[in-house]
């Protein structure tokens, strides 16, 4: 039997996407996404959601010896002492989750976590469960906070193409938090051949498997990248639709912008091919009415493309 963990959502989140009033996104999605990603890494989750301080602070303590760690989305609790000294009293590894980035906000609750992973929507959870399936808490031993030169510039070269591409529309997140500052926003569509192709010729590239990468509270980590298709970029792209920070129709105008650049040669993941073929056909069509993506294939998908 795989880990077992308590995932433990705080105030409102049962709201979510409700409240915002938009489509996907909401509390259900999150719920399919996190099944879908246990079942992926042989966990085992006890989901509970409360609106109640007390209760949170119950489900731990009643839970405390089922379970072998605890995933918490405090949400507006992130300033709870009691939270945090019931995370500190069972003692179990804890990492701690936000949708949106804390921005200023300073968490009390991250003092008893291991780690605070932020600012990635539903990828926010989706992580933390990959850490504890990897058993590698902090990130750091994947190399996750060194800051290599690597990921630095591909950091960069993303930045500078979003800069690029910054006048294209693209369906931003709502914002949930006090402030509004964190949620990412999802990296423009590229327009077909805006970037570099590499002529007719297929090339394939090898891209390191779907990387958990550094969620410190202040440095944001760089998005997969868009010059090469890879499994990690379609998946980016699927949960920024179940987040709800894209669009049905923005997510099949950057699939069918990949799909031409595919055909004329771009960069995919190397012998993941004709699988990113396949998604983005599907993902192309699912624009249609008649043959749009319910969420349960969109994480379905998710699960398919896991490196
Ligand atoms: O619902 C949300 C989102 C949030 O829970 C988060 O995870 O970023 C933070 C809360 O303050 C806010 O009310």
């Known amino acids: 039997m795989g880990k077992r963990l308590l995932v433990l959502h705080g105030p409102n989140l049962n709201l979510l996407g409700e409240r915002e009033g938009r489509e996907g996104g909401r509390f259900a999605d999150l719920d399919a996404a996190l099944k879908a990603r246990a079942a992926a890494l042989g966990l085992e989750l006890t989901v509970v959601q409360s609106n109640h301080e007390g209760v949170l602070l119950d489900t731990l303590h009643a839970e405390r010896s089922r379970v072998e760690g605890v995933v918490v989305s405090p949400s507006s609790l992130f300033g709870s002492y009691p939270l945090r000294d019931a995370l500190e009293a069972i003692g179990l590894p804890a990492l ?34 990959e850490r504890f399936a ?71 590239l090898a ?27 379609v998946r980016s792209r699927i949960s920024d639709r179940l987040a709800g920070r894209l669009s049905p129709a923005d997510l099949a105008t950057w699939a069918r912008s990949w799909w031409t650049r595919v055909q004329g040669g771009a960069p995919t993941e190397t012998g993941q091919r004709e699988l990113l073929e396949d998604i983005l056909q599907r993902l192309t069509l699912a624009n249609i009415p008649a043959t749009r993506m319910s969420e349960t294939e969109l994480v379905d998908w998710m699960t398919r493309l896991e490196g």
């Open 207 to 233: 891209v390191p498997p779907a990387s958990v990468k550094t969620l410190g509270r202040k440095s944001p980590p760089a998005a997969p990248s868009e010059d090469v298709l890879s499994r990690a970029l």
């Open 96 to 129: 701690e989750v936000y949708l949106e980035a804390l921005g200023e906000r300073e968490s009390v609750v991250a003092e008893a976590c291991a780690a605070t992973l932020e600012g990635e929507g539903f990828d926010s959870y989706l992580q933390a469960l």
């Open 134 to 204: 990897s058993g590698d808490l902090t990130g750091e031993s994947s190399g996750e906070d060194e800051g290599d030169e690597e990921a630095e510039e591909a950091e960069a070269d993303e930045e500078a193409l979003e800069d690029e591409v910054a006048e294209e529309p693209v369906g931003l997140a709502k914002t949930l938090g006090r402030r509004g500052s964190g949620a990412k926003a999802p990296a423009a569509a590229p327009a077909s051949g805006s970037r570099k192709t590499l002529g007719r010729k297929v090339v394939e």
